[in-house]
DNA sequence: GTGCCACCTCAAGTAACTTGAGGTTCAAGG
DNA sequence: CCTTGAACCTCAAGTTACTTGAGGTGGCAC
């Protein structure tokens, strides 16, 4: 049993953040405190866990919301199984985007170290990245 | 020299992104032809591609808008490939985050598909990416 | 000359939070 | 027992990077 606090504090979030996500039912209305302060347990943490780590790959909050509903309902495997497959597929997406982005970069700051510093002259910037 | 529909279209962008990035100073403000449409050239769209480039490793507008007055300014390449270093060590950290999460999403799906087949039964959703 | 699509401006809406104001609760120290 | 400071509370407004909508013009094809 532990505070608002801690509980952002080990899912790496925010306070508000924590609010937010109960006003949006991502989160259950937290138990509270004689004084109305928010008392969360480990079942909390573990939701909102799987939220943040949801959120780190961009799936938006209505997209985590039905999910987390539907596993709720205690539903088969095979959509949760589907589910985190998407979250796979488009996981490698983003990694070959990056990995392409990362190949630019480097080819165009070899240009430059090479054309340009002889002389303080400014680099070639919209070739770089625009080919 | 085109319009911007076809810019858009070569950048990938939406229109009123285009229109937008104008109105904040990211692109300069656009020829225009006797009705008010506007016109672009071959620099316009370098510069689009550009902005649209750094957009997607998610450096916000104000950085970018920094980053492209440092270029006009005719600055040495030290300041650019700093930036670009940067962008560079920002995209490994992604990349490594994401393969993290592959990873932990893989170990639950294989978690899964061991526990869950014979009965219908749900998964243990946050143990698998909470830990 | 009349469609019709692409363009124009301006205002308002959206996601996912953050920040601020103004006030209460709780645990520790004196 | 009292006070003090951090952590909590609610509610409203601000932020970023756009998108969407309303209401109206431009340009070209037939």
New binding site residues.
Partial sequence: MF????LARRAQ?????V??YEAQGLMPP?ER??????VYGRPDLARLLLIRRL?DLDV???RIKAFLKLDEGGKPCAETLAFFQEQRDAIRQRIEALRDLDLSLSLHMANCQSGCLPAAKACDLYGALST
């Fill in positions: 505070t608002i606090g801690v979030c925010s306070v508000p953040a609010r937010f937290a405190r004689e004084g109305g302060h928010r959120r938006p909050l209505d």
